[in-house]
């Protein structure tokens, strides 16, 4: 071992902790304030806290160009994993003026008693500049929070974008988790787990994951090891990530705007979906969680004899702070309500009907609009052939003798007719040019609507304000349905439990799982959100189901799947 190293870090964790016994207090040292007393002219890092860092979840990984809308909920959570309530949260998107995506209210929101900042997401596809770009590079969302000292939190990742007109749709998206939120300037490392997840939320074996420093050259943070790793059987492909020991510009440049991971995947339509995250960087030594947990769906969901419940099973893996499994560990799992959401789900023929309408109104509009192209056309043809007896009947007279005052006067009128009908030519032509913009428009309008794959149910809903008890519970293995139950974690860390909740709210209702955790004497928390999901062979039915309107009320703006396509041609 460098022992010359050894001793540069154990002092700057001893200044820390001289300084924090001083009321300096914890976390990031910024750049102004000074020793007292000294004499010394260097300046010494001022400390602010910086034990928070952020989560971010969406209730759709995906967004349709042709319109769409999803529930963003951004979690402030400490160094414990536990949400901090009543706290400003702000949301941006990334070149909004272009994408078309929007906040559907503030850009800044306050935390609930989960921590959890809820902000409702709204594509319209009328207002995209650059569809193909959109879909390639998805959105990115930065989430931030700023804490009494000043010290900025953020977080960013991307909700990737599908233009489902092509017929080509994602078949998997990535969740991105770390066991450091916070890693030191002066050198650090960090497990990154990028999990592949297929429309069901269950984990793929044997996909190819890749992971990209952003500016590796810049900030000379590396991975140990490869940048392309396959999933295991959960899922899950885990990295390293090295930050050396970075002083002068570099530092500053890491402490100001972090460390930004990008995975990505690409499936067997060869559709590439993207994921990123954000890791802080800190001038000083601050504290760590003790562990984490992850948490897995089956994506496999059952009824129960009656019908009127659904079941998916799910597992959680318990590691310490260097990502060791912790086994025989015991874990309580409590719920929180979270988001409930009113509205209807649209059947697949009712759709169908109204689309034949709107494409009915498409047909027309191009049917007029190629009467007016084939109008000016005609017209066009009548000015040309003036245009050519015209210039006959000026050749003519040139011909007899341009020098009598006749000709004279006969040739001035002619040219300019000749210059008036030419005028009229290159409007005509321009007329002409829009009318046929417009049937092409049209007619890639109608092949759109026409080829749109419309779902055998499409969820018409809006989120509301609710406290409604929660329809949802664990399963003990005696079949009893409970609110909380403890588990305890086996030789790997892991350990297997049911959610079950009423098929009625299935689609409706979200809900926060809780794992709480004491790991060497210290608590822990970890949170999922966790969408009551619905059976396939039900949401593909014909026949009505429980779910079909939702138990909060059906009060919510229906809003076409293709509306995009409509508005464009207003």
Known sequence: MDTRKFTGKLSAIAISILLASCGGGDGYYGKSGSPAGDGDTTTTPKPVA???????????????????KATLTVKLVDVNGGGVSAQNVSLAIEDTQNNGITIAGTSTSVTDELGNAVFNLELNGANIKNIDDLVAKGVRLTAQFVD?????????????????????????????????????????????????????????????ISLAVLDTKTNLVTISGASVITTNDEGNATFTIVLPSSSGSVADNLIKNGITLNASIKDSNGVTTLQSTKLNVTSAVVTQPV???????????????????????????????????????TVTMSIDFLQAYEGVFKLKQELDNIRQNDVLTLKTKSAQASAKLQQANSELADLQSQLADSKSELDKQKAIDPATADSKAAIITLNNLIADLNGKISVKKSEINAFQATVTALQAGVDALTGLVIAPRTPVKCAIAATKPIATGFVSPDGTITPTFTYTSDSTGKFDFKVNYLRSY?????????????????????????????????SDSDAGQPFDASPYGTNCPFVKPWQGIMDAFK
């Open 291 to 329: 562990g984490n947990i992850t948490f897995g769906r089956s994506g496999v969901i059952s009824k129960n004899p009656a019908e009127t419940y659904y079941t998916e099973s799910l597992s959680a893996h318990i590691v310490d702070i260097d990502g060791k499994p912790i086994a025989n560990q």
């Open 506 to 538: 299935a689609g409706w209702q979200s809900v926060q799982l809780n794992a709480d955790v004491k790991v060497s004497g210290s608590s822990l928390r970890s949170s999922m959100n966790y969408g009551l999901g619905i059976m396939k062979v039900d």
């Open 148 to 208: 009494t000292s000043e010290k900025i939190t953020s977080q960013t990742m991307l909700l990737n974008v599908s233009n489902s007109v092509s017929g080509v749709e994602a078949l998997l998206h990535l969740n991105l988790s770390t066991n450091k939120p916070t890693l030191v300037v002066t050198g650090d490392s960090a497990l990154i787990t990028v999990k592949a997840v297929d429309e069901n939320g269950g984990g793929v074996s044997g996909q190819s």
């Open 50 to 68: 910086t034990n928070y860092h952020i989560v971010m979840n969406s209730s759709k990984p995906t967004l349709n160009v042709i319109g769409d």
